[in-house]
């Protein structure tokens, strides 16, 4: 066997000695032989492929754990692994890159303000408790400023759902200057979140997911937690605005899981983040220009999940949000969907009364 000193493999793995030692003391790469007397680590040259594959792992940001996790691996599975882990850093990169887009819409909106003070919303919200589920454990409202769709879940569900939405309303009269936006979304994602615990008592399966709109006077500020979703209707297309934080969307991200699978997957309905009152999640945060004659729909999963989107769509086309979430919420419940239903719509349209 040809033996290597530290340096020698350092050089042909391009590593550092220093980053050799790490390895060894975290069993990521040890090395093949240490000189009892002196301490000196001496590397076999078949050892050269597994330390290239760190040194690359290492440069795409993957933590050493998992590296350690992906070397133990056959050829295969490793790139499964290591496809699995770069699916997940675009869905977060992704994430990052609405707030990013949301801080300089934010930053830059300013000047656009007055062409825009001339919209308002027009609105409406409808829940229903569906024929299958004993009670129901949605809530919605729509107001001036504020629309939001929550689906509460666990035996306090109801009263979960119903606390994350009351502890947003004060958005409705909030002062809401430059600046002020994303703070009193965290502010209020946080007293939501206190609310849930409140009510939950301690009850580690009640918690609610929570998808909202705020209204700033010419954009819509979006606040997103769990599987309800938000769709813009926009030019007679469909843009859905949400990303489901499910279980099976995070494997579908992942690439371990078609969309067709992970609509009758056991897991299906597993929440991957939601407003529990227990570690507080990151909500997602988006800034939307609004524009005349867009319609927005939140909706909890009682209806995405049984009504497509090609449908929703259709349904959504038609006439006033007051009807619109009516047909909406008829569509699930003759789709024989079996949860809670909620829908809110709204219109961005002239002002009535002109400032
Ligand atoms: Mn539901």
Request: glycine residues 8%.
């Amino acid at each position: 066997m040809k033996w290597l000193t530290i340096g020698a493999f350092a050089k042909a793995c391009r590593l550092s000695p220093k980053a050799l030692r790490l390895y060894d003391e975290l069993d990521l790469l040890r090395p093949a032989r240490v000189d009892p007397d002196t301490g000196y680590r001496y590397y076999a040259v078949e050892q050269l492929e597994r330390a290239r594959l760190v040194a690359w792992l290492r440069r795409l940001g993957m933590p050493l754990a998992r590296i350690r996790e992906v070397c133990g691996l056959p050829a295969g599975r490793a790139a499964q692994e290591i496809r699995a882990y770069w699916a997940r850093v675009e869905a977060e990169t992704a994430v990052r890159a609405d707030l990013a887009a949301f801080l300089v819409d934010h930053l830059s909106g300013e000047s656009r303000r007055e062409t825009t003070t001339m919209l308002e919303l027009r609105y409406a919200a409808h829940s229903d408790r569906g024929h299958v589920r004993p009670a129901n454990q949605d809530t919605v409202y729509a107001g001036r400023r504020l629309l939001a769709v929550a689906d509460g879940c666990g035996a306090a569900g109801a009263r979960a759902s119903a606390a994350a939405v009351d502890a947003l309303k004060f958005l409705e009269d909030a002062e809401l200057s430059a600046g002020t936006v994303l703070n009193l979304l965290e502010d209020a994602v946080r007293s939501a979140d206190e609310a849930v615990r409140n009510v939950a008592e301690g009850d580690t399966d009640a918690g609610t997911t929570l998808t909202a709109l705020l209204w700033t006077g010419s954009r819509l500020a979006l606040v997103h937690i769990g599987d309800s979703r938000a769709y813009l209707l926009r030019d007679g297309e469909l843009f859905r605005i949400t990303h489901d934080h499910s279980v099976v969307q995070a494997l579908i991200d992942e690439g371990r899981l078609t969309p067709a699978e992970a609509a009758t997957h056991p897991q299906r309905m597993l929440l991957a983040k939601a407003l529990s009152g227990g570690e507080p999640a990151v909500p997602d945060l988006k800034l939307h220009e609004a524009r005349d004659g867009d319609r927005y729909l939140l909706c909890s999963d009682g209806l995405s999940r049984v009504v497509s989107d090609q449908r929703i769509r259709e349904l959504l086309s038609g006439d006033g949000p007051a009807d619109a979430v009516r047909v909406l919420v008829e569509a699930a419940n003759a789709a024989g969907g079996d949860d809670n239903v909620s829908a809110v719509v709204a219109d961005v349209v002239p002002r009535a009364h002109p400032l």
